[in-house]
């Protein structure tokens, strides 16, 4: 069983940047499919970025050119480098791997990000 852990997190202002990670533990995600997804309160989940096993990435629009996926397949550990920051980018995301018939089996427990404008 693939245990996530998001990390990175925090308060920044509209503008700047953070970088979150997601560690994997109790397995390999190196074969995966990963990605992040978000949500704002009052809203629905929604894709943010993934990156496949090769390094193939896709990205939802309203963050393309600000926001950067990466992974470490010999850390097991994937990163979403986010930069301009928007009041809009506020919400809790989550790390996601193991995408399986349709679906993404495996979730980490979510970490904050709060742009102030």
């Known amino acids: 069983q693939v245990q996530l852990v998001e990390s990175g997190g925090g308060l920044v202002q509209a503008g700047g940047s953070l970088r979150l990670s997601c560690a994997a533990s109790?397995?390999?995600?190196?074969?995966?499919?990963m990605a992040w997804f978000r949500q704002a309160p009052g809203k629905a989940r929604e894709f943010v970025a993934g990156?496949?096993?090769?390094?193939?990435?896709d990205y939802t629009d309203s963050v393309k050119g600000r926001f950067t996926i990466s992974r470490d397949n010999d850390k097991n550990t994937v990163a979403l480098q986010m930069n301009s920051l928007k009041s809009e980018d506020t919400a809790v995301y989550y790390c996601?791997?193991?995408?399986?018939?349709?679906?993404?089996?495996?979730w980490g427990q979510g970490t904050q990000v709060t742009v102030s404008s």
């Open positions: 990156i496949n096993w090769s390094g193939s990435t």
């Open positions: 996601a791997g193991g995408w399986t018939s349709g679906v993404f089996l495996y």
């Open positions: 109790g397995g390999t995600s190196s074969g995966y499919n």
